[in-house]
């Protein structure tokens, strides 16, 4: 129904930037709330950020509070998140995932996912 396709991962220097983005086709004329998810190897994902329909309510998990901001452009049908002084534990797949209805910080509600860009950050 809907496919998400994320871009913009690659490898950085701690300290520096990377934005994603966030691809949306199918049917993307509901009202999605949107996350970001990442999962480092030998680990279980991890909440990153949320975002709602509007994108006037955004949230964000301590560990990337104040350095990543998630925006979105629904005209554009896509979503980013935009990365600041990374960190080498940011290093992980990062993943969008889109759900009907308002934002949530678990994995198990969202409907759909992309298949995940890399963000590998160096000391």
């Given at each position: 129904q809907v496919q998400l396709v994320e871009s913009g991962g690659g490898l950085v220097q701690a300290g520096g930037s990377l934005?994603?983005?966030c691809a949306a086709s199918g049917?993307?004329?509901s009202r999605y709330a949107m996350g970001w998810?990442?999962?480092a190897p030998g680990k279980e994902r991890e909440y990153v950020a949320a975002i709602s329909w509007t994108g006037v309510s955004t949230y964000y998990a301590d560990s990337v509070k104040g350095r990543f901001t998630a925006s979105r452009d629904n005209a554009k049908n896509t979503v980013y998140l935009q990365m600041n002084s990374l960190k080498p534990?940011?290093?992980a797949v990062y993943y969008c995932a889109a759900k009907?209805?308002?934002?949530?910080n678990?994995?198990?509600e969202y409907d759909y996912w992309g298949q995940g860009?890399?963000?590998t950050v160096s000391s």
């Open positions: 934005r994603l983005s049917r993307t004329n998810f990442r999962q534990e940011d290093t009907l209805g308002g934002t949530s678990y994995f198990n860009t890399q963000v």
